[in-house]
């Protein structure tokens, strides 16, 4: 399956966390993460089923640096599900760096969800939160809708996108990644580990 070629019944377009706090001038800034807003809008035009993710903490979240005294942004740290990287506080809920990007299309999208709102726990993937057993609800939606595709672009493509795809794949759909539409954020390699990884897990990276 290396050429998709779309079916408007079965493919749903997932948009990722393309929210302002992960574009320049936003908390957890991603290079050139306002670039893609123009490529997936045009995206969203080519299908009929849209849905997005929305990065949404509580102030004072656990994956905040701030939340852990001595810390910094970026190190690493081990929690009761295993190891997690601190943020900059980013997507508080109800602030403007939670909104989605301002010229972002949303009008169509079908659905809306948001994850990492619960306080000990954070959450990259669409599908299961950080503990890799708590699911968003998203897998039984898509299935009771009829979706057997996936396409997904957005923020970040080594965090969110590559653990919502590489989960996509492993649900049993067919997984898509449109990199052109993605940006990544590139702590210590992992963008090219998340591209190895997604190729291994059987996700198309177009
Ligand atoms: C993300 C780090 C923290 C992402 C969300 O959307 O990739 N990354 N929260
Ligand atoms: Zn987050």
């Not at 949404?56 to 005294?69: E, I, Q, Y």
């Not at 910094?72 to 997690?84: A, C, I, K, L, R």
């Not at 602030?95 to 079908?110: C, I, K, N, S, Y």
Request: negative net charge.
């Amino acid at each position: 399956m290396t050429s998709p070629s779309f079916d408007p019944d079965r493919d749903l377009l997932l948009l990722i966390d393309i929210q302002n706090d992960f574009c320049p001038g936003g908390a957890l800034a991603v290079a050139g993460g306002h670039e893609i807003v123009p490529v997936v809008n045009g995206l969203t035009a080519r299908f009929a089923h849209v849905a997005l993710t929305q990065d949404w903490h509580p102030p004072g979240h656990r994956s905040f640096a701030s939340a852990h005294p001595g810390r910094t942004p970026y190190e690493s740290v081990t929690f009761p599900y295993g190891m997690q990287t601190l943020w900059p506080d980013h997507c508080v809920q109800g602030t403007p760096g939670a909104d989605f990007h301002p010229a972002l299309q949303v009008t169509r999208a079908e659905l809306v969800i948001r994850k990492g709102f619960r306080s000990e726990i954070d959450s990259y993937s669409a599908f299961y939160e950080n503990d890799r057993s708590t699911p968003t609800g998203l897998a039984g939606y898509l299935r009771e809708r009829g979706f057997t595709r996936v396409v997904l672009c957005g923020l970040a493509t080594d965090f969110c996108v590559a653990y919502s795809a590489i989960d996509a794949r492993r649900l049993g759909f067919e997984t898509v990644v449109v990199l052109a539409a993605c940006r990544g954020i590139d702590l210590g390699g992992s963008l090219a580990a998340a591209l190895t990884a997604m190729r291994e897990a059987g996700v198309v990276l177009a």
